[in-house]
Structures are given as structure tokens and as C-alpha cells.
């Protein structure tokens, strides 16, 4: 089994900063992509910023310049430093990450259960 597990949420006044961590565990051989994603209440789920394996990251205009998205690869962990927070970034947000099991495996689709981040003063 695979699992991803988020942390670092939480309520945080408009201005502030929020760190959320997702770490990866069980059968894993290679993981390729890693991103977060977020959804907002009466909202479809969207992306925020992906990180591949090799090569560049990939943010929505909303946060560039304000989210950071890194991943320690010897922990299996990805990271969303998220600064200058506003009430729109009020959602449940999401890990999600591509994952070969073995070497023999097609890689799948992994998602966390979502932790919750409210910006509001």
C-alpha cells in the first residue's frame, strides 16, 4: 500500500505564513511528479504548484510569487511554503503524487486525505 499524508494546516490571519508537509510511505520504487491541489467550499479542486522528478515546477498564477513547492527525495516528502496568504487561499488542500510501486508497475495516482488551511482575521 501507498500512503500520503499531509500536515501543516491550519488558521492563519490574512498576511501570514503556513508550511504544509506530505510525506509518502509504503511500497514505493519511484515516485515521479509531486504537487498539491487545492478545493475551495462550492469549488472544483485545482491545482497549485507541481514538482517533477527532474525538471521545472509548475505553479497557478494565483499563488507564483507568493507559494514555494520543494520535495526532499531522500524522505519522499514535498513541501508548500505558502507566504503572503489571502481569504481566497481558504481551502482543504491536497498532496498528490505519481508513484511506480515496483519496476514492473505503471505509475498511479496517489492523493493524502487533504488538510484544511483557513485564511481569516
Known amino acids: 500500500q501507498v500512503q500520503l499524508v499531509e500536515s501543516g494546516g491550519g488558521l492563519v490571519q490574512p498576511g501570514g505564513s503556513l508550511r504544509l508537509s506530505c510525506a509518502a510511505s509504503?511500497?514505493?520504487?519511484?515516485?515521479?511528479?509531486m504537487g498539491w491541489y487545492r478545493q475551495a467550499p462550492g469549488k472544483q479542486r485545482e491545482l497549485v504548484a507541481t514538482i517533477p522528478n527532474t525538471g521545472n515546477t509548475n505553479y497557478a498564477d494565483s499563488v507564483k510569487g507568493r507559494f514555494t513547492i520543494s520535495r526532499d527525495r531522500t524522505q519522499n516528502t514535498v513541501y508548500l511554503q505558502m507566504n503572503s496568504l489571502r481569504p481566497e487561499d481558504t481551502a482543504v488542500y491536497y498532496c498528490?503524487?505519481?508513484?511506480?510501486?515496483?519496476?514492473?508497475?505503471?505509475?498511479?495516482?496517489?492523493w493524502g486525505p487533504g488538510t484544511q488551511v483557513t485564511v481569516s482575521s
Open positions: 498528490n503524487a505519481l508513484i511506480r510501486k515496483t519496476y514492473r508497475d505503471s505509475p498511479l495516482q496517489y
Open positions: 509504503g511500497i514505493i520504487f519511484h515516485i515521479l511528479d
